[in-house]
């Protein structure tokens, strides 16, 4: 995956817990749901953003200086 893919998906998880939140607050269904599937998809995004950040040659040669 590419970086800015990271990020899409990282953005669609923040997305959908701000919404599950809205839910949640307005006593809508689906709104654990919704809270739920967006704190994973940001946890996934993130680990892949670091699995990235560590396997990319030209990051870890900046990161060590």
Partial sequence: M???QIIIV???GLI???VG???KVM???YASI???TGMFTK???LILLIIKLISD???NNLLNK
Wanted: without cysteine; proline residues 4%; aromatic residues 16%.
């Fill in 34 to 36: 919704m809270l739920i």
């Fill in 57 to 59: 040659r030209r990051t």
């Fill in 2 to 4: 590419k970086y800015y």
């Fill in 10 to 12: 990282l953005v669609l």
């Fill in 21 to 23: 939140a809205l839910f």
């Fill in 27 to 29: 006593h809508w269904p």
């Fill in 43 to 45: 946890v996934a995004a």
């Fill in 16 to 18: 959908i817990t701000i």
